[in-house]
């Protein structure tokens, strides 16, 4: 059984930074790419990143993009947000998610989602 | 931009069919597929439709997609509906343009 397990989130400072690690088992990590999604308090769903299978390639939405690093590490099982520069706006729950192709294998979508891990940005 | 509207909510008795609609602003809906996600309060999100019409295995066969191209829209619908249906759900899809994944607003879903 696919299991995601997010963790670092807390209270930050604006300008603060702040490391998000999300712990993967049960599926062969190295296998597939990896997304972060957020979702601001009582709010939508917000893609944030993402990273391909082998870490050689990566996305970012505009908002964050030159202020937060998207990172894996395929032996240790486990996918990171380093998240610097952090402003109030960036304040929400952030879930690690597993990327699946389907079955036509064109474009992926998110099977499996770890649990969140909240981010308070404030002074 | 691709976007997607979403009402912002519906509702519907038990046992009776809800349809819920995303309608794409920008390109056309068949472009890229669409996937839809059910999020209960204080849950994570999980994927109940992919590929704009398939079902994960453990999706009760109530739920069914579809996408219209006269519309532009995309549904989600489900049947027979129970009251542990009741959450917000959140259609996808992916802006090649920017290699972006994006949400709908999400609808929420009342079943009384």
Known sequence: ???????????????????????????????????????????????????????????????????????RDNSKNTLYLQMNSLRADDTAVYYCAKEDPGIQGAEFHFDSWGQGTLVTVSS | NLMLTQPHSVSESPGKTVTISCTRTSGSIA?????????????SPSNVIYEDNQRPSGVPDRFSGSIDSSSNSASLTISGLKTEDEADYYCQSFDDYKHAWVFGGGTKLTVL
């Open chain 1, 1 to 71: 059984e696919v299991h995601l397990l997010d963790s670092g989130g807390g209270l930050v400072q604006p300008g603060g930074s702040l490391r998000l690690s999300c712990a993967a088992s049960g599926f062969t990590f190295s296998d597939f790419a990896m997304s972060w999604v957020r979702q601001a308090p009582g709010k939508g769903l917000e893609w944030v990143s993402d990273i391909s299978d082998s870490g050689s390639s990566t996305f970012y939405t505009a908002s964050v993009k030159g202020r937060f690093t998207i990172s």
């Open chain 2, 31 to 43: 472009s890229n597929y669409v996937q839809w996600y059910q999020q209960r309060p204080g849950s």
